[in-house]
């Protein structure tokens, strides 16, 4: 199998890449589209979703997957193989529609995507979200990672580390990511009108179970494999106690999705 990184700066490949972009992906009623994007609100279970869709054009190969996956992100956020292109983070080229499948975390109410995009999303429960956070940035913590967004993030954990203090250390936007991902504002009726002018939306939680039979059912041509990719990290425990905290600061975005699911079917 042929694989290349695409440099922004080699005209020819470019050329190459816009010529292979003429994709045609059919819905199975009928609908076509150009190119597919996931709107990825962080720690709802997006990359594993990414990663099953790269690795529809290399037959679920986990060594090529990551290495397109790291490369995107690596090399400009754009890497090519088999003949599809995958964009990653870069606005820009998220926002030209030059690629087969595209991801990042920026924020709907910041992006202009072309017409005959497939959205998708996924969201989670914030309580489970935010613990996924936390065990993320403390785990850098302990094994001493300097991964960029300990830079700002790892501020979180404070002096005594605990997730109540990480939590509440959270600037807004990060504490309801999955309601500011759809409203600066944080306004819940402008959230869910932005929300069903995407074409799949589910739970996290739902996904093997039920989220990606169903997305293979409205797209025959994907190929999406139950199971997990990515190996699980270890699982930190949380008291009653903590999460009785968390779900008092945790209330707006608990009544967002609540609101969400009785407007929208979310899978």
């Known amino acids: 199998m042929i694989y290349k990184i695409l440099n922004n700066m080699d005209n020819d ?15 199975r009623d009928g609908s076509q589209y150009s190119r597919i994007y996931h709107s990825h609100i962080r720690k709802c279970a997006g990359t594993a979703f990414n990663h099953k869709f790269i690795g529809n054009s290399c037959n679920q190969e986990i060594k090529i997957i990551k290495k397109i996956y790291e490369d995107a992100a690596k090399n400009g956020g754009r890497s090519f193989h088999n003949g599809k292109v ?6 820009n080229l998220i926002e030209s529609g030059n690629y087969f499948y595209a991801w990042s975390h920026i924020p709907m109410h910041n992006l202009k995507l072309p017409k005959n995009t497939f959205i998708l999303t996924t969201f989670r429960d914030p309580i489970e979200r935010v613990i996924s956070h936390y065990k993320m940035i403390y785990g850098y913590y302990i094994s001493n990672i300097d991964h960029p967004c300990m830079r700002t993030e790892g501020k979180w954990l404070g002096r005594d580390k605990t997730i109540i203090e990480f939590a509440k250390n959270m600037p807004k936007e990060h504490l309801f990511a999955q309601l500011f991902h759809y409203s600066s504002s944080y306004s819940v009726d402008e959230a869910i009108e932005r929300i069903k002018t995407i074409n799949f939306v589910a739970n996290a939680e739902n996904l093997n179970s039920l989220g990606y039979q169903t997305l293979m059912g409205i797209l025959p041509s994907i190929s999406l494999p139950s199971g997990k990719i990515r190996e699980g990290s270890k699982k930190i425990y949380v ?3 903590e999460r009785d905290s968390l779900r008092e600061l945790l209330i707006g975005e608990y009544s967002f999705l ?3 699911n009785k407007q929208i079917m979310v899978l």
């Open 239 to 241: 008291k009653s106690s």
């Open 13 to 27: 490949i470019n050329l190459e890449c816009e010529r292979l972009n003429n994709y045609k992906i059919i819905a």
């Open 86 to 91: 995958f964009v990653g983070w870069n606005k």
């Open 258 to 260: 609540e609101l969400l």
